[in-house]
């Protein structure tokens, strides 16, 4: 079930023919047989490189994605909410198949990682430099149209330097716009929200400037090694004859939220004012990822 590429770009960008391509696609993950192998969860923060772990994904002979991406937020959190999004994650990973990966942008929980280790499910968390993943952010709620959170960004930032600044610190959104009574969530918070993924024992750490490759500025030998042992881990190595061809297909423009993809995009968007305000409010989690001393 390969789409052509034009048809695929039209199903993901209307609204009305992205669910039903959806569903078609998970019904036939669901049904076509696959070869025993791992079931992979791939999990980020928002913007921090989850389209380049999938790439690498899709390199590898016999994996397939399964259709599955799980959004539980740092919004969501506490209370009924936080059941619910429980819920929902926990059936989710029972669909998954051998020799199939699902994604995410879930949040750090020990009953989260239990299910994971439960199901047998091994687990890839991909970071990125926050600085970056700020600028992303900004540029991503900017030009996406479907997000609730659209309306309240072109109303209210139409300076570049102001929606830096919001996404750092946070912001309400309009109360009678589409995602009223949600807003956006601080970096800081974030950025704690997702941690505790960076110590779980059954856990690859995938960071995203030593996969990116010599394409998006990074490291040929760096990015070989990062392959390489992401391979290891999941236990694919044998399914690949040539893991230096493999790196030539991750670097991929394909995604539908690729911007330019090179890892010191942000020092040319990011003030000094900018990089001071994240250094103050977020620099012991910039220590924790190892992007600061």
């Known amino acids: 079930m390969i789409l052509d590429s034009s048809i695929a770009r039209r199903v993901r960008g209307s609204r009305r023919l992205r669910p039903i391509g959806i569903g078609a696609y998970r019904l036939y993950a669901r049904l076509v047989p696959a070869p025993p192998g791992p079931m992979i ?3 980020s923060l928002p913007k921090a ?3 380049l772990a999938m790439s690498l994904m899709d390199a590898v002979p016999d994996i397939r994605f399964s259709g599955l991406h799980v959004v539980f937020s740092e919004l969501d959190t506490h209370g009924a909410a936080a059941e619910r999004r429980t819920a929902a994650f926990r059936k989710e990973v029972r669909k998954l198949r051998p020799s199939q990966y699902m994604t995410g942008h879930v949040v750090h929980r020990p009953e ?3 299910e994971l280790r439960f199901r047998g499910v091994r687990t890839v968390h991909v ?5 970056a993943v700020v600028v992303s952010a900004a540029m991503y709620l900017r030009s996406n149209s479907r997000l609730a959170l659209h309306p309240t960004v072109m109303r209210r930032y ?3 330097n102001a929606l830096f600044t919001a996404v750092i610190t946070g912001f309400e959104a309009d109360p009678d716009g589409p995602a009223a009574g949600r807003g956006y969530v601080g970096l800081r918070e974030r950025l704690d929200s997702f941690l505790g993924w960076t110590t779980e024992p059954d856990n690859l750490l995938l960071r995203y400037e030593d996969l990116i490759g010599p394409r998006g500025g990074g490291d040929p030998r760096v990015q070989y090694d990062a392959i390489t042992g992401a391979l290891a881990f999941l236990g694919l190595s044998s399914r690949v004859a040539d893991p230096e061809g493999l790196a030539d297909q991750v670097f991929s423009t394909k995604s ?4 330019s993809g090179q890892i010191d995009g942000w020092k040319a968007h990011l003030t000094e004012e900018h990089r001071a305000l994240i250094a103050e409010t977020c620099g012991q989690q910039l220590a924790q990822l190892g992007y600061e001393p």
């Open 41 to 43: 969860f791939v999990n």
């Open 49 to 51: 490189g989850t389209h």
């Open 112 to 114: 989260l990682a239990e």
């Open 127 to 131: 970071i990125r430099d926050p600085r």
């Open 158 to 160: 139409a300076d570049d």
């Open 256 to 259: 539908a939220t690729f911007r």
